[in-house]
């Protein structure tokens, strides 16, 4: 099977802002991981992350469903090396010498509080984005080829899981452990998959209806053939 491909191809104007978009969404979940917070009295705990790291998975699948694996995968790395940028610059401006009037410090320390778990989320987010990014692009990829581009829905679904649990499994450890129970991280893991797929389900009537229209404007569907390469690392390849 070649790739299909309907409609013109290109990064389109459209493009250029679901990977910006996507760049944002995964710079400010990594900053947002530490703050931690309770699900409304609940015995559940939830990430800042939770807010927002989703909408990136959301336009994972919006970037794999109508520009196909290729360009899926340039947009991760964007997003990766976005992240990492932010993480060293935060992580130098966190080693400057101490403001000069007193009042200024409380805000220095929390800064530096909060850029001193940066690095560590950064180097969790390279391993859990090679494995949970990739493999939600993959499923949706693979998904779509053998149902011939039906039930975008359920593919989403499925492979937001796929992605999510794998991101999870890979993520929470290496950010958490040391700094919370065992049986915290797992909590914590299983909570975060199961919310961002709620998630996921409840915003589908939403991105199916982007889905549509974007395909609609850009002319272009594309299905990803057999033969070329889902290496993560093969960035240059996009057409």
Known sequence: MTESRTGRQGLSVTFLWLAV???????????FVPRTWRVWGLPLQLTGGV????????????LTEVYGYRKARLVIWMGFAANVFVALMGGLVSILPDPM??????VADSFNML??????????SLMAFLL????????????????QGRGFGWRAIISTIVGESIDSLVFFPIVFIGLMPVKGILVIMLTQVVCKTLYEIIILPVTTLVVRKIKE????????????????FKIGEID
Do not use: H
């Not at 978009?21 to 900053?31: E, K, P």
């Not at 807010?51 to 919006?62: A, R």
């Not at 009037?101 to 409380?106: E, F, K, T, V």
């Not at 850009?218 to 889902?230: C, K, Q, R």
């Open 115 to 124: 850029f001193g778990l940066v690095p560590r989320t950064t180097a969790a």
């Open 51 to 62: 807010v927002i790291f989703p909408v990136s998975y959301i336009i994972n699948d919006l």
């Open 132 to 147: 949970g990014s990739t493999a939600n692009a993959w499923v949706m990829s693979r998904m779509k080829v053998s149902t």
């Open 21 to 31: 978009l996507f760049c944002i969404c995964l710079v400010a979940s990594n900053i």
């Open 217 to 232: 404007k850009e002319g272009t569907d594309v299905f990803d053939d057999t033969e070329f390469s889902y290496n993560p």
């Open 101 to 106: 009037y007193p009042d200024n410090q409380a």
